[in-house]
């Protein structure tokens, strides 16, 4: 073999050395510097986790007492927050205090709750009554887009509010109410009207 042709042979593995070298340089530097891939961040609408019919639902304290019911003609449950999604419930709010007091009961035209039970919203025309019981005469509170923490027994609206208690009736705009103390309060724009007791 000429001293030529093994110089030859020599340049040539050396040429392709350096372009394995530079090739597999250049695929590192493409890594290094290319921009991250974009995460597929459309997920679609939120789906149901589950759907019920005509279900009763009981949810209570961590006293292990009954804190609120719900009866209602369908409820999602949604995967992304697990709240719960319902349609006219009908609704019982006991008094967690005093066994000798009755509980509200009513309906409304939605209503939502949280993941933990701690928060029900009664949304849209909200409807309340509570029957008579020792001196205290029955009660009704008709409003609307209620918020309530029924593990505290309370609730609270800042919409219209009206309460009919035995033979008075009081109108206002915002509303809170203590079902365990029997306190109800209005909060603006307050006009009350008292009847004489029946004879």
């Known amino acids: 073999m000429s001293a030529f042709n093994l ?14 070298v530079a090739l597999g340089a250049s695929v590192l530097f493409y890594y290094w510097v290319a921009p991250e891939k974009k995460l597929q961040d459309f997920v679609g609408p939120p789906r149901s986790g589950y759907v019920l019919t005509n279900f009763d639902l009981d949810s209570y304290n961590e006293q292990g ?4 019911t ?39 035209q939605y209503g939502w709750v949280n993941k933990d039970g701690s928060m029900l919203k009664l949304q849209g025309k909200v409807h309340m009554d509570r029957v008579a019981f020792a ?7 008709d409003t ?3 918020t309530a923490w029924p593990k505290r027994n309370y609730l609270e609206t800042a919409e219209a509010a009206r309460i009919v208690q ?5 109108n206002g705009v915002g509303m809170r109410a203590n079902l365990d103390t029997k306190h109800l309060e209005l909060l ?3 006009h009350t009207t008292y009847l004489p007791p029946k004879r």
């Open 166 to 170: 035995g033979t008075s009736t009081m």
């Open 70 to 108: 719900l009866i209602a003609p369908h409820l999602e449950r949604r995967e992304g927050d697990d709240s719960l999604y319902i349609n006219a419930p009908d609704f019982v709010l006991p008094s967690t205090k005093e066994v000798d007091v009755p509980p509200w009961k009513g309906h409304s």
């Open 144 to 146: 609307s887009e209620v």
């Open 188 to 190: 603006d724009a307050v």
């Open 65 to 68: 007492k009954l804190a609120f």
């Open 135 to 141: 001196q205290t005469p029955p009660a009704s509170i």
């Open 7 to 20: 110089l030859k042979d020599r340049s040539t593995g050396g040429i392709a050395g350096m372009l394995l």
